[in-house]
């Protein structure tokens, strides 16, 4: 679950990860975008974390916001987990359903992106493994994932696909879209932590994570 990276030295860190209804780009839609960024050796409580939510229909401007945020996150880096195999090719896809034009990512198509879940992915089908998850990779260096709960149980990917998110998409404009939409940012920002989390550890520098640990109950 551990893998070690070169520390690039890089002075400003961005990350990204977005929750959608479905795996699949031509059954789902996006219902969020989350950016995350951090200065490598400050605290990771000056980590900054944005969650773009659906405004009404307009799914492709919620990508536009999103992609606008990483942008405008001024980092040299890129980090993510699985955003080459899922999260990146999930918005393209979701923008041709929608008779748009893909967005690119400038940190990924110059190549500063560092998907963390790539040589995990490699060496789990080299040996014939499942590809671990976020949460088992944050666990084998001793860091013990968030929990966001909502409803009696926790809130996993599956739970938030077919449960929360279409909840959430049909509840927008009301009273109850606004406190879905407070699970919605919980359960994103706790992502992209642990996304920053797991590149400090990947390349052995500190990071004390906030939410580690920590659990929330909606």
Do not use: K
Request: with cysteine; net charge negative.
């Amino acid at each position: 679950m551990q893998y070690d990276f070169s520390d690039g030295d890089h002075d400003r860190v961005a990350t990204f990860d977005i929750e959608t209804t479905s795996v699949r780009p031509a059954d789902g839609e996006v219902v969020a975008v989350g950016v995350g960024v951090h200065e490598p050796g400050s605290p990771a409580g000056a980590a900054e974390y944005t969650v773009l939510r659906r405004e009404g229909d307009d799914e492709a401007a919620l990508v536009e916001r999103g992609v606008a945020a990483v942008e405008d996150a001024g980092a040299d880096l890129l980090v993510s987990y699985n955003g080459t195999g899922y999260d990146l090719d999930y918005l393209d896809g979701r923008m041709a359903a929608l008779g748009r034009e893909p967005v690119p990512v400038a940190l990924h198509e110059s190549g500063d992106h560092l998907d963390l879940m790539v040589p995990r992915r490699v060496r789990a089908s080299a040996a014939g493994e499942d590809y671990p998850s976020l949460e088992a990779c944050l666990s084998s260096y001793g860091i013990e994932p968030a929990r966001t709960v909502w409803r009696g149980a926790e809130l996993t990917n599956v739970r938030f696909g077919r449960e929360l998110g279409p909840a959430y998409l049909d509840a927008l404009g009301t009273p109850t879209g606004e406190e879905l939409g407070a699970v919605v940012d919980h359960y994103l920002v706790t992502d992209l932590e642990a996304n920053l989390a797991l590149y400090y550890a990947d390349v052995g520098r500190d990071f004390d994570p906030e939410y580690a640990g920590t659990e929330r109950v909606f």
